[in-house]
């Protein structure tokens, strides 16, 4: 089965930094990866994904980027913010292959945006 | 606003006891839904997947007879953790896809479970 790894564990950053959250998957069929946001007792709410024809997305401070060969993903963060503040999940699925929309989920980042 | 949601959002109950979750769609129809168990700190983990009008569809390792789920309506899966041990006390969390076959998934805002 598919395999996500997520980097770093911990991450802190300055207001006003960037932060670059990085994940590995196993499975070459894997074609959809979204990034998913989690605030303390909170469920995961989608913050972006992309789809493995594209290698960049970005939206407004967030972007995510995608190799496919190297079959790893990125998500930056730009101009953070305090609010930016909590767990991201990077995640894999095989989209519109019968594979029942399953996710896999990194491991997850606890990110610290500090004043 | 919220597009799937869950109930109740923190439960409190007896070793021994049952204790049902119920995750509803709210504006489309979800012929799949999908459980998680989140442990603190910890990643989500795929319990099972449910579905309408059939047998729901359990991850290795996860009791089915301990972990009841039944997908009644098309907006509608609930989960019954039954004879609840203090192990079983997480953060449980279902999801559904807006779109069929697509990966981009809603989540509930989850249900804390503690068992005493």
């Known amino acids: 089965g598919e395999n996500v790894e997520q980097h770093p564990s911990t991450l802190s950053v300055q207001e006003g930094d960037s932060a670059v959250i990085k994940c590995t998957y196993s499975?070459?069929?894997?074609?959809?990866f979204p990034w998913y946001k989690q605030e303390l007792g909170k469920g995961p709410q989608l913050i972006i994904d992309?789809?493995?024809?594209?290698g960049e997305k970005k939206d407004q401070r967030i972007a995510v980027t995608l190799n496919k060969t190297a079959k790893h993903f990125s998500l930056h963060i730009t101009e953070t913010q305090p609010e930016d503040s909590a767990v991201y999940f990077c995640?894999?699925?095989?989209?519109?292959?019968?594979?029942?929309?399953?996710?896999?989920f990194g491991t997850g980042t606890q990110l610290k945006v500090e004043l | 606003g919220a597009v799937v949601s869950q109930h109740p959002s923190w439960v409190i109950c007896k070793s021994g006891t049952s204790v049902k979750i119920e995750c509803r769609s709210l504006?489309?129809?979800?012929?799949?839904m999908f459980w998680y168990r989140q442990f603190p700190k910890q990643s989500l983990m795929l319990m099972a997947t449910?579905?309408?009008?059939?047998?729901?569809?359990?991850e290795q390792g996860v009791e089915k007879d301990k972990f009841l789920i039944n997908h009644a309506s098309l907006t509608l899966s609930t989960l019954t953790v039954t004879s609840a041990h203090p192990e079983d006390s997480s953060f449980y969390i279902c999801?559904?896809?807006?779109?069929?076959?697509?990966?981009?998934?809603?989540f509930g805002e989850g249900s804390r479970l503690t068992v005493l």
């Open positions: 499975d070459s069929a894997s074609n959809y």
């Open positions: 992309i789809r493995s024809n594209v």
């Open positions: 449910s579905n309408e009008g059939s047998k729901a569809t359990y």
């Open positions: 995640a894999a699925s095989k989209e519109l292959t019968g594979g029942g929309n399953k996710l896999t």
């Open positions: 504006d489309f129809q979800a012929t799949t």
């Open positions: 999801s559904a896809p807006r779109i069929v076959g697509t990966g981009e998934l809603f």
